[in-house]
């Protein structure tokens, strides 16, 4: 598997799958992996793509406007065609619209940080997040990527997912984190458990050792499946007070946000 995370390999036999297009929306995906700028041997190595091919995504990507070029630099990076589509996308969501003030109230009253994620492909992406004024640190602008098998956020979408996809997203996370797999399963297996148990996933240094947080599905009117979290420096927030009564709130949170039909 290449960087970047084909969950989602097509069909050969699907006449309607367009490859051509896929492979220019690898080459953009390329840029969600931590690089601002990209040669197309960097894209090649990431996505595991031809040079050649690589070559002419960019270059028709520059063109469309998706991409810009830097003479200096002799690299690409995204261009204002991207910044549309995504912008587009968020200002749509209406979920967004409708949770916001019940999730900056949430924080303001726990002096916490929270996130409203949904998933792409290994990864829980932010689409809003709220913190106090006075909070500083946990600062996650819409657009940040988070590890799907490690983040309460993570934990909760696959917790709540359908047996089917979720056995696809596992073996998946299988084929990306090798020897680290084992491991992973169990502690993945345990927050299930959790989910059950209690009706939320934790991560407690999980993703980040200086990070505790608590994570819980929304489930949207469509059927879709996103995931609420609240987190704090773990200085700040003890493992009690977080598993219960934080995680709590947070999942009755959603119960509101739910009650809205978003």
């Known amino acids: ?7 989602d390999t097509e069909n050969p036999k699907d006449r309607k799958f367009v490859e051509a297009l896929s492979r220019g929306l690898d080459v953009l995906r390329a840029f969600t992996h931590g690089s601002v700028v990209l040669g197309n041997q960097d894209i090649a190595r990431i996505t595991g793509l ?3 091919t690589v070559s002419r995504m960019t270059y028709t990507l520059t063109k469309l406007g998706y991409l810009s070029y830097s003479q200096q630099l002799e690299k690409y990076q995204l261009d204002s ?3 549309a589509l995504g912008y587009a996308y968020v200002s749509n969501l209406r979920v967004r619209q409708l949770a ?5 109230e949430f924080a303001r009253r726990t002096n916490t940080t929270v996130g409203l994620t949904c998933r792409d492909r290994l990864s829980m992406i ?3 997040n709220c913190r106090p004024a006075e909070v500083s640190t946990l600062r996650m602008d819409a657009g940040v990527r988070l590890p799907l098998a490690t983040t309460a956020a993570g934990r909760a979408f696959l917790a709540a997912t359908p047996e089917k996809e979720r056995g696809h997203l596992m073996a998946a996370l299988e084929t990306k984190y090798g020897d680290q797999w084992p491991a992973m399963k169990q502690s993945l297996e345990e927050s299930f458990e959790e989910f059950r148990q209690h009706g939320f996933c934790l991560s407690l240094g999980d993703w980040d050792r200086n990070v505790k947080a608590a994570g819980v599905p ?3 009117a469509d059927g879709s499946i996103m995931a609420l979290t609240c987190g704090a420096p ?3 927030l003890s493992e009690e007070t977080l598993k219960g009564s934080l995680a709590h709130q947070l999942e009755m949170l959603a119960r509101d946000i739910e009650s809205l039909g978003v």
């Open 1 to 7: 598997m290449s960087d970047v995370e084909d969950i």
């Open 50 to 52: 031809p040079k050649p």
């Open 81 to 83: 065609g991207v910044l």
């Open 100 to 104: 916001k003030p019940y999730m900056d």
């Open 126 to 128: 932010y689409i809003e």
């Open 218 to 220: 929304l489930h949207l």
């Open 234 to 236: 773990s200085f700040q």
